[in-house]
Nanobody, 116 residues
Framework: QVQLVESGGGLVQPGGSLRLSCAPS????????MRWYRQAPRKERELVAA????????VYTESKEGRFTISRDNAANTVYLQMNSLKPEDTAVYYC?????????RGQGTQVTVSS
C-alpha cells in the first residue's frame, strides 16, 4: 500500500522554525522526485520545494523561499522541509508528493500555523 505520511506541523510564532517530515512507503522512493506543496485557505495549491536525484548521487533542489530547505535521506526513507523565519503568510496545510513520469502520490498533509 502506497503511503506518504507527513508530520512535524504545528503552531509556531513568527520568526520561529519547523521541520516537516514525509515518510513514504509502498513504492521505490529513491527513484521519485519529491516535492512539498502548501495550500492556504481560499488559495491555490503552490509548490514550495522539490528535490530530485540525478544519477547515483547528484541532487537537484529547488525552493520557492530562501527560508525553506528541502532534503532527503534515502536510507531513512524520509524527506524533510526545514522552514526558518516563519511568517504568518506561511500558514497552510503542507503536503508531500512523490512524482515519477505520470505517477504521483500525495500525502494527507500537515497543518502549519504561524501566529503570535
Amino acid at each position: 500500500q502506497v503511503q506518504l505520511v507527513e508530520s512535524g506541523g504545528g503552531l509556531v510564532q513568527p520568526g520561529g522554525s519547523l521541520r516537516l517530515s514525509c515518510a513514504p512507503s509502498g513504492f521505490a522512493f529513491s527513484s521519485y522526485a519529491m516535492r512539498w506543496y502548501r495550500q492556504a485557505p481560499r488559495k491555490e495549491r503552490e509548490l514550495v520545494a522539490a528535490i530530485v536525484l540525478i544519477g547515483d548521487d547528484t541532487v537537484y533542489t529547488e525552493s520557492k523561499e530562501g527560508r525553506f530547505t528541502i532534503s532527503r535521506d534515502n536510507a531513512a526513507n524520509t524527506v524533510y522541509l526545514q522552514m526558518n523565519s516563519l511568517k504568518p503568510e506561511d500558514t497552510a496545510v503542507y503536503y508531500c508528493s512523490a512524482l515519477r513520469g505520470g505517477t504521483e502520490y500525495r500525502g494527507q498533509g500537515t497543518q502549519v500555523t504561524v501566529s503570535s
